[in-house]
């Protein structure tokens, strides 16, 4: 018997499956030569993960109207993003990690040369496709696009918050420095995924902005705490990724600098803050708001 | 006896202190934190090389009346994403060399994991000062130059070059399949340095771009032929970076496929091409016309 899919689940599916077919449509055909690193470019992107910064740049844009043909690109261009960091990141010079989505990592199936391009190249596509897809209304905000997940990337945002992990390996972090590095590692991009889906809508104001900024932050240090909570209590199977790595690593995390029990009680009170930042909006949020519990609440 | 400078020269000089100054203040401050990762990014790119591509995108600019103020950052643009394919192309796993511009290459000076981030975030970087600074009229034109950038950065481009580059070594290539692979190797980014210094100044004719074109494409093939010409025929002082490596990895080069004198003989063509291709645009096309020169005659 099929247990009965509730509104959200059936949306979020949507969105999934919309976002897989974008992406294949968006990334270089596999045949197109260089085989091998258009092959590789798609491993490393789809059909993988659960599609977060995807999710929230779609639930952004229902409270802004932008059509969904929009939101798919500017989705894309995070997640992309997104999938080129999984994709160093596993690199034997990084985290060194064999799996990632249930699969061998992309330098194990293919090698690390080729594994370093998809990276590089994933990158440049993210920009490429903003630049060439009229996803807002005014040149304008499409620049501000570019400016906002350059800047979520590069070293003030993303790549600087893998270099301040790589160098907190072995140290203990106190809670503020932990917010630090997981503000830029991966709030920035999260960031990036919820004022990119909102640009493809209608211009919203300074206040709307700030609280959907609001939202944002919260969620993704909400949505690190819970990886930190799960990489301690779930198990490979569940995760596609090896568990309880961070710990083996001596990699610094919520629940090595609170206890198991205050990284829960912290991952709830992000949930409430990302909810309380969304009053402004009202009811164009509701689906931020389920985004919000579904990262909190979330079992893998 | 200080040698009597020429005009071309002076020009040359200008261009490299101009770009040196703009890149210096475009890179993160080198303590800002995270300050391994910034100093790293600046090792990279300040004080090295001839900056083959700010000069072409300064000699576009004259063109086309571009002011330098905007000129220096599309140029700082361009040479960000060349600075970064030059610290992952020298990482163990892909070329694996220890020298760079006479330095040690950065992960060698740093480490494999800082090197990894400092591409990605300088690839970032490119796009982000496109993006905050008004370096064309219009906005659809800076959107132009991110798209034109990306593309020649990304898997149709230098990446997918570098992939090719990969599977070439301990093969013969015949002269055409070195041409595909060197037009997307080096010739694309190239090719970008052109047209993203004529986008800064007025709006060209369709006929005008296209000379522009051609002379790219004539000036990137003839950079390679040089290249592998001095590959096989310069020390490694003169080049400060491992002379005679191509060879000893195996990779096919133009000396290998044509010899010597073919490859020189090769490289003379190419620049009368890239001379031809300059006519539609007469006296504004000056410089363009010197650099030829300047690339096919230089001697590191």
Chains 1, 2 share one sequence.
Request: with cysteine.
């Amino acid at each position: 018997m099929k247990i009965a899919e509730t509104d959200f689940q059936a949306w979020m599916g949507g969105v999934q499956s919309r976002m897989e077919r974008a992406l294949g449509r968006l990334l270089p055909p596999a045949q197109l030569p260089p085989a091998r690193l258009h092959e590789a470019m798609r491993y490393a992107t789809l059909e993988g993960g659960k599609r977060v910064r995807p999710l929230l740049a779609f639930a952004a844009g229902e409270a802004s109207g932008a059509a969904p043909e929009r939101l798919e690109i500017a989705a894309a261009a995070v997640e992309m993003i997104h999938a080129y960091s999984l994709v160093h990141d596993d690199m034997p010079c990084m985290d060194d990690d064999v799996l990632r989505r249930g699969k061998p990592t992309v330098h194990v199936q293919y090698d690390q040369a080729t594994a370093l391009l998809v990276g590089d190249a994933l990158q440049s596509l993210a920009f490429q496709i903003i630049s060439e897809n009229k996803i807002a209304d005014r040149p304008e905000d499409r620049l501000e696009m570019v400016r906002l997940l350059a800047a979520a990337a590069g070293s003030r945002g993303m790549a600087g918050g893998q270099q301040i992990d790589l160098e907190a390996t072995g140290k203990t972090l106190t809670v503020p420095e932990l917010e630090a590095m997981h503000i830029r590692k991966t709030g920035a991009v999260i960031r990036a995924a919820v004022l990119l889906g909102a640009y493809c809508g209608k211009n919203l104001s300074e206040k709307e902005l700030k609280a959907l900024d609001r939202y944002a932050k919260a969620i993704g240090l909400a949505f690190q705490v819970v990886d930190d909570v799960l990489d301690e209590d779930a198990s490979t199977a569940t995760l596609g990724k090896t568990a309880g790595k961070d710990r083996k690593q001596g990699k610094p995390t919520y629940v090595s600098a609170l206890g198991l029990p205050a990284a829960r009680h912290l991952a709830q009170e992000l949930r409430e803050q990302a909810h309380a930042a969304l009053a402004p909006l009202g009811d164009a949020a509701k689906r931020l708001g389920e985004l919000a519990d579904f990262v909190v609440l979330r079992k893998f």
